[in-house]
């Protein structure tokens, strides 16, 4: 089924983000994740892919739509030539894949420039051209930051693009993780205005650790609010750092329910506990359904 579709059914939206297993090691913890929210009736999930691990990305995306019957979308990036995706495309069509997340991919590290394959695929909106212009089915979902992309000069030039891609033929929008709603509800109000109409799904990360913070916040470019900053900093030990970030996510959600956002799209680092601790909370407060 179509993502899209599901956005637009009248109740928000639950699903997560898996990270594809670089190796054998990550493989057992992925999958007693999956299987613990499996459990708990996402709506989606979908998969991250990374050039070195695509074949893993199509292959858990099958999977998981065979062995739980939850729809899950692949990720896909420019990392491959044009010719090497309408391969890999055709491949996800013959398996039943329904619905692609179109991305440019991450640059190698924190300021380090993206190194596109092809130069048909610079960007995200590249990607969407090519699989709606190749006649392909799938829905299609893009990334959009409710922050600046480090990359870019100011809101104006992220919205641009963001246009662009709706221009090309997605069907909706997942924005990169945020800590700070403001940043959601004006990017909402700006795309609309600008006449974009797609359901726009919050990405929420609930801090894994000081480390991941770090890391992601200098990747996305989000910024941490003052609030959340000191209460890790005073935390005294990671499961403390791990308390205020799922308290915080609670509070974001909360807040995004009452304002009737899509859904609701939780990256989860492949761990469950932290997902399943702010959909028992959401639930408990009957802004979700069970
Ligand atoms: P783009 O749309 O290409 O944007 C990148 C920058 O270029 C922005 O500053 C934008 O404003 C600018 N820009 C866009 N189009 C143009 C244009 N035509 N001309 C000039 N400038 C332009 N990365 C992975 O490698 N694998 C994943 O699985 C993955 N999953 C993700 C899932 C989500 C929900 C999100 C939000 C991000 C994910 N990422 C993933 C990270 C993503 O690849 C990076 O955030 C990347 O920096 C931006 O991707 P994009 O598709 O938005 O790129």
Redesign the pocket.
């Known amino acids: 089924m179509r993502i899209a579709d599901m956005l637009v059914g009248g109740r928000p939206t639950v699903s997560f ?1 898996f990270m594809a297993p670089r190796d054998e090691s990550e493989v057992d913890a992925l999958e007693k994740t999956i299987a613990a929210l499996a459990g708990h009736a996402p709506d989606w999930v979908s998969v ?3 050039k070195a691990t695509g074949d893993k990305t199509l292959e858990l995306v099958t999977r998981i739509k065979r062995q739980y019957h939850i729809e899950a979308m692949a ?1 896909l ?1 420019c990392a491959n030539t044009a010719d090497e995706t309408r391969r890999i495309l055709n491949w996800m069509e013959r398996e039943g894949v329904a619905n692609v ?1 179109a ?5 190698p590290g924190p300021g380090a420039p ?1 190194q596109p394959t092809d130069p048909q695929l ?4 590249d990607l969407v051209s090519l699989i709606r212009g190749s006649g392909y089915r799938f829905g299609i979902g ?3 930051s409710a922050e600046k ?1 480090p ?2 000069p100011d809101l104006d ?2 919205l641009r ?1 963001m246009q ?2 709706v221009e090309s033929g997605a069907d909706f929008l ?3 993780l945020f800590f700070d709603n403001r940043f959601y509800f004006d990017l909402v109000r700006r795309a609309s205005e600008s006449g974009v109409e797609l359901p726009i799904v919050p ?1 929420l990360m609930p801090v894994p650790s000081r480390r991941s913070l770090a890391f992601m916040t200098s990747m ?1 470019g989000a910024t941490v609010p003052a609030g959340l900053e000191s209460e890790i900093a005073a935390a005294a030990d990671d499961e403390a750092v791990r308390a205020a970030g799922v308290r915080h996510c609670i509070a974001q959600c909360v807040e995004l329910l009452e304002a009737g956002v899509p859904g609701l ?1 939780f990256y989860t680092f492949n761990r469950a506990r932290a997902p399943m601790e702010i959909l028992a909370a959401l639930r408990g407060q009957q802004l979700l359904t069970a």
């Open positions: 983000e991250t892919y990374r990720h990036t997340l991305l440019r991919g991450d640059p993206f610079m960007h995200g909106s893009a990334a959009c992309h990359e870019s030039h992220e693009y662009l891609k997942i924005t990169q990405g996305a799209h």
